[in-house]
Nanobody, 128 residues
């Protein structure tokens, strides 16, 4: 079974930073597109960022460009999202997801959630 476990969420003041981690197991991690999504109360889930299996191509939502940065450590089967200059509107539950096998780079970096077939349990980020 594919398992994704997020960590690193918490409460922070506006302007602060957090680093989310997503540890993957149960599949060939390095072959998959990885993404982060978030959902705030009363809002739809939105794509925040994604990175292709090779780590060459990335996607960032306009709302986080220049503030959030993805990275991968294939030796640890872990993807990280560094979040800087956090704003109150970043408050949400953040989910890590792995793309379905065989999706293209364009699909991986589209911001859509339907290409992602495996999801973590979520980690809460609160910015005040």
């Amino acid at each position: 079974d594919v398992q994704l476990v997020e960590s690193g969420g918490g409460s922070v003041q506006a302007g602060g930073s957090l680093r989310l981690s997503c540890a993957a197991s149960g599949y060939t991690y390095s072959s998959y597109c990885m993404g982060w999504f978030r959902q705030a109360p009363g809002k739809e889930r939105e794509g925040v960022a994604a990175i292709t299996n090779g780590g060459v191509s990335t996607y960032y939502a306009d709302s986080v460009k220049g503030r959030f940065t993805l990275s991968k450590d294939n030796t640890k089967n872990t993807v990280y999202m560094q979040m800087n200059s956090l704003k109150s509107e970043d408050t949400a539950t953040y989910y890590c997801a792995a793309g379905r096998p065989g999706i293209t780079i364009a699909t991986c970096t589209s911001g859509r959630d339907d290409p992602f077939g495996f999801w973590g349990q979520g980690t809460q980020v609160t910015v005040s």
